[in-house]
């Protein structure tokens, strides 16, 4: 499958911001993490980070013109207040899922509602960087039950 995994606002801090939640890991890690456990598996993976909603909403539409079989995306904060990430999100019909570091339900209450996940197929949250692996066998779970 063709999987365009993006991360939004300050998850290129991570390693260096709030380590007590988001973990020790560097992005880059993280990442290099998510190419190797993707290629294992037979993807090919493309990386994008931004901390613009509207590069992020680009992006999006260029997975839509490039034919991406899949879409996993942290928006970082915007998860909580950006309905144009929601409206690209159900605008481009990929099956995407939604994955946070860390257990957002267990943190302040801002955090407990997501905005875009309701544009998904799934939310994973609480599972450090293995929720991307994660997300990547729930695109291959739905990709077979089609
Ligand atoms: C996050 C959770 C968000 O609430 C927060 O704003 C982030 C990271 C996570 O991966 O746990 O930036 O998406």
């Excluded at 260096?16 to 294992?40: A, P």
């Excluded at 899949?70 to 605008?91: L, R, V």
């Excluded at 209450?109 to 960087?129: L, N, W």
């Amino acid at each position: 499958m063709k999987v365009m995994v993006i991360n939004g606002p300050n998850l290129n801090m991570v390693g260096v911001r709030e380590k007590g939640i988001y973990g020790t890991k560097s992005f880059e890690d993280i990442c290099e993490y998510i190419r190797e456990e993707g290629k294992k598996r037979g993807h090919e993976i493309t990386l994008f980070q931004s901390n613009c909603e509207g590069e992020i909403i680009d992006e999006l539409q260029k997975a839509y013109f490039e034919n991406y079989d899949g879409i996993i995306i942290n928006p970082g904060a915007y998860t909580h207040y950006s309905y144009a990430i929601h409206d690209a999100i159900k605008g481009i019909n990929i099956d995407t899922v939604e994955v946070h570091l860390s257990n957002v339900h267990a943190r302040e209450d801002f955090r407990k509602k997501s905005v875009t996940a309701p544009a998904c197929i799934g939310q994973m949250c609480g599972f450090g960087e293995d929720g991307y692996i994660l997300a990547i066998k729930a695109l291959e779970l739905k990709k077979m039950s089609k």
